[in-house]
Every structure is written in structure tokens, then in C-alpha cells.
């Protein structure tokens, strides 16, 4: 009914720059908040950016001053600019979002999207 889906991942060497978008698609009544989340192989998946409906912002330590999170409502999508990347943010990016599906039930269900692999050489 709802469904998230990435783009624009890629390979790019250490100081390069990707930009990562997320649209939400189907039963979509309203969008409470998005974010991004990145997981390497055996390790704990983990918060890089969300960006609430009120534009309220949050960013992982590592990412600050490089990342940038921004939404575009009317097209239900998410960006993540994401400059100066480092081999460490190597991971499979997901999008994330918190959607209300109806205008009856006021609860938001919490969705993900497939993913998409950023590789940062060096």
C-alpha cells in the first residue's frame, strides 16, 4: 500500500559527492516525518538524517557539516546531499518514513525502502 523507494546510490571516490532520493508512493494520507539510515554488513543499522514534517532536523555526529537532509512535500520525496563522503560512510542507505495511510485513524505506521549501496573509495 505504501512503498519507499531509492535512487541514486552509487560507487565515488573519498571527497566525492552523491545526492540520494527517496519517493513515497500509494496510500498516503500525509508524511509525519523521513529520514535515512545506513547499515554495513555485521554491523547495527544507524540514524543518519531525518527531517520531520515540521522541518525539524537530525543528524548523526558523523555526518554534520557534510550531509545535508531536505524534502520535497508536494512529491512526497526525500533528498540527502551528501558531500566530502569518506570510505566510512560506506553502507546500503535506507529511507525511512513515519505515514499516516487514511484520514480516520490518527496513527502513523513506520515504513522502509530496499535500500541503495553507497561505496566511497579511497
Known amino acids: 500500500q505504501v512503498q519507499l523507494v531509492e535512487s541514486g546510490g552509487g560507487l565515488v571516490q573519498a571527497g566525492g559527492t552523491l545526492r540520494l532520493s527517496c519517493a513515497a508512493s500509494?496510500?498516503?494520507?500525509?508524511?509525519?516525518?523521513m529520514g535515512w539510515y545506513r547499515q554495513d554488513p555485521g554491523k547495527q543499522r544507524e540514524l543518519v538524517a531525518r527531517?520531520?514534517?515540521?522541518?525539524?532536523?537530525n543528524y548523526a555526529d558523523s555526518v554534520k557539516g557534510r550531509f545535508t537532509i531536505s524534502r520535497d512535500n508536494a512529491k512526497n520525496t526525500v533528498y540527502l546531499q551528501m558531500n566530502s563522503l569518506k570510505p566510512e560512510d560506506t553502507a546500503v542507505y535506507y529511507c525511512?518514513?513515519?505515514?499516516?495511510?487514511?484520514?480516520?485513524?490518527?496513527?502513523?505506521?513506520?515504513?522502509w525502502g530496499q535500500g541503495t549501496q553507497v561505496t566511497v573509495s579511497s
Open positions: 525511512n518514513a513515519d505515514i499516516r495511510t487514511n484520514s480516520w485513524s490518527h496513527v502513523d505506521f513506520n515504513y
Open positions: 500509494g496510500s498516503i494520507f500525509s508524511i509525519n516525518a
Open positions: 527531517i520531520t514534517s515540521g522541518g525539524a532536523l
